[in-house]
Structure formats: structure tokens, C-alpha cells
């Protein structure tokens, strides 16, 4: 049972070039989640789906797209990455939002944008 | 928007030593959790607070949900160098728009053996 897992691990873009980060979960979870972690910083939600086909804006969408087209994926886009976009990025997923239960998360995606 | 104000920011003690640290919120939740964040990895739940005024054990870990509901703490008693990491405090809220995490800016925890 593999949980939550994001691909790729590491990554360096130049700016403005484009790239999809993959977030899977096998645990059936409904809900899936798109964090960025910044030095000093807690996490913070970028965008996040309630189920396939659905997507949120979280606290800080902007310069991000994501997609959730099969439940089990929810892909995280930068279509034009800028430096301020460096930072490690962690999927998360759960059986519900506003519950605890399940919340399970990725071991992370450090992004450098150069 | 909601935000958690986690302190201290770093601490570095002695092995054996006692720890405590606290999160404090402008803003009422109804769930409060403590995350460990090793290098390289992602937050691991250690602790889930639900109730005002609960105290909750894990091991050597203690944390208690305020009765506010705007603050929690969490205390590590005896410490071991496998203890070093960053703790965030998270605060979570039920159903519609407020049903997802907002976490502290987190702990720094060294332990000198």
C-alpha cells in the first residue's frame, strides 16, 4: 500500500518554462490537496479537489493550475514557472474535508526555478 | 484569512530534557493538530485534538486543545536525539469552505545528545 505519491522528487526549471507535478493516492480517498512549504514557513494550500472532475482555489492559487480528470490523480501545473514559485511542494490526500481521518501526505516535490 | 502563530521558533536542549511549545490563533477551531516533519519527508500526524479542554497522550507526547478553542500546546517529556525536527501545530475546521488545514509556521527542534 504505497499511500501518497508524488513524482517527480526533485526538479529545476529555468523561468518560464512549463511543468505538471503527479500526485497518486491508492487509498480511494475522495479529497486531495496541493501544498506549498516555503523556508520558515507552515504549509500553505494551494489548490485542492473534492473528487474527480472537481478542483478548488486554496490560500495561494495564483501562477498555478491543477486537474483531477481520474480520482485516484490530481496533477499540479506551472505554465510558466518564475523563481518565486521555488519551494517544496506536498500533495495530501483524505476520506473528507473537516476530518482528520485518513489525512495522509506526500513525501514532497522540491521544485528550484532558476 | 486564519492564521496560527507557533512559538518558539527554534529551541535546542539537552537529551533528557523537557519541551514544550504552543500555537495561538486569532480565530476559533474545532480540531487541533500537531505534525513532525522530518528532512525530506512530509508531516507525520502525531497528535488530534477535538475537543475544548481535551489532554491527549502519544507515547511521550502530550497535547492539550485550549479551552478557547484558540490555542493548543504540546509538550515532549525526556527528550532523545530522534526527536529533532520540525513540529507544526494545525488547525482544522468542519464542513463547506473552512473544512481544510491551516498550519503554524512550526518549531524548530535540536536535540544535543
Known amino acids: 500500500n504505497a499511500g501518497v505519491t508524488q513524482t517527480p522528487k526533485f526538479r529545476v526549471l529555468k523561468t518560464g518554462q512549463s511543468m505538471t507535478l503527479l500526485c497518486a493516492q491508492d487509498m480511494n480517498h475522495e479529497y486531495m490537496y496541493w501544498y506549498r512549504q516555503d523556508p520558515g514557513m507552515g504549509l500553505r494550500l494551494i489548490h485542492y479537489?473534492?473528487?474527480?472532475?472537481?478542483?478548488a482555489k486554496g490560500e495561494v492559487p495564483d501562477g498555478y493550475n491543477v486537474s483531477r480528470l481520474k480520482k485516484q490523480n490530481f496533477l499540479l501545473g506551472l505554465e510558466s514557472a518564475a523563481p518565486s514559485q521555488t519551494s517544496v511542494y506536498f500533495c495530501a490526500s483524505s476520506y473528507s474535508r473537516g476530518t482528520i481521518d485518513g489525512y495522509t501526505f506526500g513525501s514532497g516535490t522540491r521544485l528550484t526555478v532558476v | 484569512g486564519q492564521q496560527l502563530n507557533q512559538s518558539p521558533q527554534s529551541m535546542f536542549i539537552q537529551e533528557g530534557e523537557d519541551v514544550s511549545m504552543n500555537c495561538t490563533s486569532s480565530s476559533i477551531f474545532n480540531t487541533w493538530l500537531w505534525y513532525k516533519q522530518e528532512p525530506g519527508e512530509g508531516p507525520v500526524l502525531l497528535i488530534a485534538?477535538?475537543?475544548?479542554?481535551e489532554l491527549t497522550s502519544n507515547g511521550r507526547l502530550t497535547a492539550q486543545f485550549g479551552i478557547t478553542r484558540k490555542d493548543s500546546f504540546l509538550n515532549i517529556s525526556a527528550s532523545i536525539p530522534s526527536d529533532v525536527g520540525i513540529y507544526f501545530c494545525a488547525g482544522m475546521n468542519y464542513g463547506g469552505s473552512q473544512g481544510n488545514l491551516i498550519f503554524g509556521k512550526g518549531t524548530k527542534l535540536s536535540v544535543k545528545p
Open positions: 485534538l477535538y475537543k475544548a479542554g
Open positions: 479537489s473534492v473528487g474527480e472532475g472537481t478542483t
